[in-house]
């Protein structure tokens, strides 16, 4: 049979993680799509926000300016630049995005986060854990980022993944056209879908944008794919909706449409790179106990427990 010609189809594609037991049911292969429509301040995926392969640099692998500058020699910007402490570091702004001194460095503390890839390249690389798919009820889960910044692409992927028989699962902030969520759930088995809060100003303040359209189109969803089995997750952040309060609001919207809901508890696993792309991580110093968090989640799950009792 020969195959479809959305193969060929190309998106940027940040990182392939391979045997996760957390983004859906069963064994998952997760592609991370690059693009976001919202800018999160607790990010752990700085590099998926622009759409864009970007430059990274990790000092603690560079050889230095004396011993090495083959990534100076070749930018035609002259965008490397020499620090005081005998390493590099990056003008972005009169940076081409040409990617000679990514080439050009020995040790690779110059690196791209992103890469163009096809439909085909991608199922390959998934296809690699077909084997316990079927064991575990697994799968392909496609996240970011935001899939459907690269709508084409990410449906392109869940189109040949169902045609290959393997089982589809999306992480989305539903911050995204409806036209497009629509699309992309008819080739799906499980949705995961983020609800950070129901506070439009609180959303729009962490967030850089309001809720309204996440909201409605999770209402939609239901509507539209009743059999669609969905999981809304929260993650946890300190300062923003770390309190009863906030997981009660959540939790009485999310009972309302009858899906699956956990919490996620806040980490800074992301936190260095910020660094690689020469960016502040918005959240500080800030920490969640996690005392605390156990305490919301056993919070979470009374709220839904005392739901389904009525």
Request: net charge neutral; hydrophobic share 35%; glycine share 6%.
């Amino acid at each position: 049979m020969n195959a479809p010609n959305n193969q060929a189809a190309k998106g940027c594609v940040f990182n392939i993680q391979h045997y996760s037991v957390h983004d859906g049911p069963g064994i998952r292969t997760i592609v991370f799509m690059k693009g976001c429509p919202l800018s999160c301040r607790w990010c752990s995926n700085p590099e998926s926000q622009k759409i864009n392969p970007e430059v990274a640099y990790n000092p603690n692998k560079c050889i230095g300016w004396a011993e090495c500058f083959r990534c100076g020699s070749v930018c035609p910007s002259q965008a490397v630049r020499q620090e005081a402490s005998g390493k590099i570091s990056l003008d972005r702004a009169s940076c081409t995005d040409c990617f000679a001194c990514v080439d050009a460095c020995p040790p690779k503390a110059l690196h791209l986060f992103g890469a163009m890839m096809s439909v085909d390249e991608v199922m390959k690389a998934v296809e690699r854990d077909s084997a316990f798919y079927s064991r575990s009820e697994g799968g392909l889960t496609i996240s970011g980022g935001e899939p459907l910044v690269q709508a084409d692409f990410t449906i392109a992927l869940l189109k040949e993944a169902k045609r290959r028989r393997i089982n589809t699962a999306m992480e989305t902030c539903g911050a995204v056209e409806w036209e497009r969520l629509q699309e992309a759930c008819r080739h799906l088995n499980f949705l995961l879908y983020d609800i950070k809060s129901v506070d439009p100003q609180k959303h729009k303040e962490f967030t850089g944008a309001d809720n309204a359209l996440i909201m409605e189109n999770l209402r939609k969803i239901r509507q539209t794919f009743p059999q669609l089995e969905v999981l809304v997750r929260t993650p946890l952040i300190p300062g923003f909706n770390d309190t009863e309060a906030e997981i009660a609001t959540i939790v009485g919207f999310v009972n309302e449409l009858h899906v699956g809901y956990e919490l996620l508890p806040y980490h800074r696993m992301g936190q260095s790179k910020y660094q690689f792309l020469d960016r502040e991580y918005p959240m500080g110093e800030v920490k969640l106990a996690e005392e605390r968090a156990k305490e919301l989640t056993e919070y979470a799950k009374q709220r839904r427990s005392t739901h389904a009792d009525h």
